[in-house]
């Protein structure tokens, strides 16, 4: 994986990730988390693991244990997540107004921007939408050799 091509995890990549309802999803999921791990550009925000927690411990069928959840956060404080700042909230407002997504998006892509990502993983926003310095993938559209095809030099 190109340097400098950190990319944000949503929530619901890192909830698929857990479920095996659906098992395509699930598996897809894994495989970008594992590339993630391995080449330590995985990014998220305090917002995105608040949601993990909640959804993983009650909308997961069965639901995940409170203390597997807990530890599943714990693992991914290795990934430094992002503090929603005034500096955050500020520059969501932006993307919000100008990009005409909804508040939640929009603190993700600008958590994304403030840690340098390159892209964010989501199902919540359209598949390759650019929003400023931010490109949007659908994990479950492409996998993660999609990252190294788009930092190979054009000839």
């Not at 999803?25 to 909640?54: I, N």
């Not at 520059?91 to 994304?112: G, M």
Request: aromatic share 10%; hydrophobic share 40%.
């Amino acid at each position: 994986m190109p340097s400098g091509s950190n990319v944000f995890v949503d929530a619901g990549v890192l909830l698929c990730a857990d479920d095996g309802a659906d098992a395509a999803k699930h598996l897809r999921a894994r495989e970008w988390l594992k590339v993630l791990w391995t080449s330590r550009c995985g990014r998220l925000s305090t917002q995105v693991l608040t949601e993990y927690y909640a959804n993983a411990t009650k909308q997961l069928k069965p639901p995940m244990q409170q203390g597997d959840a807990r530890a599943e956060v714990r693992r991914y404080q290795h990934w430094k997540p992002w503090q929603i700042d005034h500096q955050t909230v500020e520059t969501a407002w932006a993307i919000e107004a100008r990009f005409q997504v909804n508040w939640w998006d929009a603190l993700i892509v600008a958590a994304a921007q403030h840690q340098g990502c390159r892209y964010v993983l989501t199902e919540g926003l359209p598949h390759e939408q650019q929003i400023d310095s931010v490109q949007i993938l659908n994990p479950f559209l492409v996998g993660p050799e999609v990252l190294d095809a788009q930092a190979a030099p054009t000839p």
